[in-house]
C-alpha cells in the first residue's frame, strides 16, 4: 500500500535537502480530524533557517508538490503543515488491499532478523501461577506478532527445573514418598512433601546437609537423583501442558534452567579471567557498587551455582545458538534488579556488542484483585487450569442467557471465557498492575475479549444477512466517504503500522487498545449507517467496509491469542 509518510517526507526532504528518514520520523498524526491525517511540525527548523516556524511551514508548503490524488489538501496552522489524505483514494487502496491477500497486514519487515523470546517459564513442582499467566500471554502475543511483520522467532519456555530445592523433594520423596499420590496429583502432592520436608530440615540440621547432597549428587550425575527429577519434571510438565493447552501456547525450545548446569563452569572461567570476579564471604561476586547494584552472586559460598549464573549461560548460548538481534524476557517487574544485573555482567562474557546491546527485559505488572492480591478464600494460590475452567463457565452461562439457541455453545463459551482473560493481561500498558475482576472482563459492552469477538460475530452475521461478501468490483467507493466510514478506513490502514509500533516497545497492549478503537468505530458506523438497503451500491460498499473491519478483528485478535467465535 501506499505509504503516505514516506510520499510526504519525500516531497519535503526535495526542498529542505534533508534526510528523508529523519523527516518520516518527524511526521505525526494529529488527533481528530480538523488538523488532517499527517502533519509537519517546523520548529525545529527555525534555528538553522533563522525563520518563524510558520513561515516555513508556508514556504514548504508553496514549494512541494504532490500528486492531488494522494493528498488532496495541504494547509497552515501555525508551525504546522496539515497533510490531508484522499479520502476516495484511501478507501479504494485500502478494500483492494483487503481483497488481495488473506493475511492482510503481514510483512517482511523482519526478514534476516533473529527474536528469542524467554516466556512463561513456571518452575517445576510448583503451581503455575497467575503471574506465569501474564508471561505466557504477553510473550505469546509478542512471539505471534514479530512471526507475522517476517522475523524469525524463537520461543523459549526457560522452566525452574534447577536448584537446591530439587534436593529437598529428592529427599522428601525419599522418605516419604509412598504416602503421596504425586501421579495423580503432582503438583499439590509435591508441594505437601516439600513444606514437609523445609520443617524437617528446620528441625535437623543433618537433613539439610542430605538435601544439599541430593543436589550435589543430582549434578554430578547419580542414577537415583536424575530419576526422581525426570519423573517430577514430567508430572509437572504434564500439568502444566492442560494449562497452555487451554491457551494455544507454542514452544520451540524447552531448555530450562538444568540444560545450562554444564554451560556454567565456562561461564565462571571466563569471569574469572576477567578479574572481575572476587571473593566475598566465601562466594565468588560481581561487584557493581559502580553502577549502583547489589553485587551479581556467581557462585555460593556451598559451591553452587545461582539463577543469576544459568541466566549468564543461556546467554552465551542463545547468541552462539540462535545468533540473536534482540532477546526478550517476559516476567514481572520484581526481576527488574536481576536482569540489569545480569546484563551488566553479560558485558564481561567477550561476546560481540550487538547480542548485549539486544539483551531486553520486558517487565509486566501484578494481577490483583479488587481487594488486593490474587488469592482463594484458604489463602492458597489460585490454580490456573481452575481460573481458566471458571471462565468458560461463566462465559457459558452468559452465553446461555443471551443466546440459548446457539450451537455448540462448549466451544464457543472457551473461545469466549479464555478470551477475556487473555484480553484483560493484555489490555494495559503492561508494567501497570491489571484488575481482576470476573464481572469486568466478561463485559460484552466494555473495553474487553467478548466485546471484539462479539464486534467480529455482528460482522459476520451483517454479511449472511447481505448474502455474503460482494466482489471488490462490486463496491463504489463514493459511498465510503462519510466520516463514520472514513475513520474506519484509517484505522484498518494504519493495522500494519500498528504492529509494528507493538514490537518497538514490546508492548501489545497497542494492538489491544487499537482493536477497541476499531470495534467501536464499527459500532458507530452500524449505528448510524443502514447498511442492507434498496440501494445495492450503497448496500455492496458498506458491506464490503464490514467484511474488512470483521478480517483485520479477526486477525488482529488472532495475534494477541484470543480466537473469533462465528456466531455468540
Ligand atoms: N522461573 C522464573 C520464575 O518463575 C522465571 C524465569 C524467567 N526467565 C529467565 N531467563 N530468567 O520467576
Not at 173 to 191: A, C, F, M, S
Amino acid at each position: 500500500m501506499i505509504n503516505y509518510k514516506n510520499v510526504i517526507a519525500n516531497e519535503i526532504a526535495k526542498v529542505l535537502k534533508i534526510d528523508v528518514t529523519e523527516i518520516e520520523k518527524s511526521i505525526e498524526k494529529p488527533k481528530g480530524v480538523a488538523n488532517g491525517d499527517y502533519a509537519f511540525p517546523c520548529f525545529r527548523l527555525a534555528k538553522e533557517l533563522r525563520k518563524a516556524p510558520p513561515m516555513i511551514a508556508e514556504d514548504i508548503k508553496t514549494k512541494i508538490e504532490l500528486d492531488k490524488k494522494l493528498i488532496e489538501n495541504i494547509e497552515v496552522v501555525g508551525g504546522y503543515i496539515n497533510f490531508f489524505v484522499n479520502k476516495e483514494n484511501l478507501a479504494s487502496e485500502v478494500l483492494q488491499n483487503i481483497s488481495e491477500t488473506k493475511e492482510y497486514g503481514k510483512s517482511e519487515i523482519g526478514k534476516d532478523k533473529n527474536i528469542v523470546i524467554d516466556y512463561s517459564a513456571p518452575n517445576i513442582a510448583k503451581p503455575f501461577h497467575i503471574g506465569h499467566l501474564r508471561s505466557t500471554v504477553i510473550g505469546g502475543a509478542l512471539y505471534n506478532i514479530y512471526k507475522y511483520l517476517g522475523y524469525h522467532v524463537t520461543g523459549i519456555n526457560h522452566l525452574g527445573d534447577y536448584g537446591t530445592q530439587f534436593g529437598k523433594l529428592i529427599e522428601g520423596y525419599k522418605r516419604w514418598g509412598n504416602e503421596y499420590n504425586i501421579d495423580e496429583n503432582p503438583i499439590d502432592e509435591l508441594t505437601k512433601i516439600y513444606i514437609r520436608i523445609n520443617q524437617a530440615c528446620k528441625e535437623d540440621e543433618k537433613i539439610l546437609e542430605e538435601c544439599r547432597n541430593n543436589f550435589k549428587k543430582l549434578e554430578d550425575g547419580d542414577p537415583y537423583c536424575k530419576e526422581l527429577w525426570e519423573k517430577f519434571k514430567d508430572l509437572s510438565l504434564k500439568e502444566f501442558k492442560k494449562v497452555y493447552d487451554i491457551l494455544g501456547s507454542h514452544f520451540d525450545s524447552w531448555n530450562g534452567e538444568a540444560f545450562y548446569s554444564d554451560k556454567m563452569p565456562e561461564i565462571i572461567q571466563i569471569l574469572e579471567k576477567s578479574g572481575q570476579l572476587v571473593e566475598s564471604e566465601g562466594a565468588k561476586i560481581i561487584d557493581l557498587e559502580d553502577k549502583n547494584m547489589a553485587p551479581c552472586i556467581i557462585e555460593k559460598s556451598n559451591g553452587s551455582t545461582t539463577y543469576a549464573t544459568r541466566d549468564l549461560a543461556a546467554i552465551m548460548y542463545r547468541a552462539r545458538t540462535y545468533d540473536f538481534d534482540k532477546a526478550l524476557y517476559v516476567t514481572s517487574y520484581e526481576q527488574i534488579l536481576h536482569f540489569k544485573q545480569v546484563f551488566e555482567v553479560a558485558k564481561l562474557l567477550g561476546l560481540p556488542e550487538k547480542y548485549t546491546n539486544g539483551l531486553e527485559h520486558v517487565p509486566f505488572g501484578m494481577v490483583l484483585t479488587k481487594d488486593g492480591k490474587m488469592s482463594t478464600r484458604e489463602g492458597k494460590v489460585i490454580k490456573l487450569e481452575e481460573l481458566l475452567n471458571e471462565a468458560i463457565q461463566r462465559a457459558k452461562k452468559i452465553i446461555e442467557e443471551k443466546n440459548p439457541e446457539l450451537e455448540n455453545k462448549e466451544e464457543t463459551a472457551k473461545k469466549v471465557g479464555v478470551g477475556a482473560v487473555i484480553f484483560n493481561d493484555l489490555a494495559n500498558s503492561r508494567v501497570k498492575d491489571e484488575i481482576f475482576d470476573w464481572d469486568t472482563i466478561l463485559n460484552f459492552q466494555g473495553e474487553t475479549g467478548p466485546y471484539i469477538q462479539y464486534t467480529y460475530v455482528r460482522t459476520r452475521s451483517v454479511i449472511e444477512k447481505a448474502g455474503g461478501v460482494p466482489d471488490i468490483k462490486e463496491v463504489d467507493v463514493n459511498y465510503l466517504l462519510d466520516d463514520f466510514s472514513s475513520r474506519i478506513i484509517k484505522l484498518i490502514y494504519d493495522f500494519e503500522e500498528t504492529l509494528i509500533q507493538v514490537t518497538e516497545k514490546n508492548e501489545p497492549s497497542i494492538l489491544s487498545r487499537y482493536l477497541i478503537d476499531l470495534a467501536k468505530a464499527y459500532s458507530n458506523f452500524y449505528n448510524e449507517n443502514k447498511i442492507i438497503s434498496e440501494d445495492k451500491n450503497l448496500q455492496n460498499a458498506r458491506v464490503y467496509l464490514t467484511y474488512a473491519v470483521g478480517t483485520v478483528l479477526k486477525i488482529g485478535a488472532q495475534l494477541l491469542g484470543i480466537e473469533m467465535p462465528e456466531k455468540m
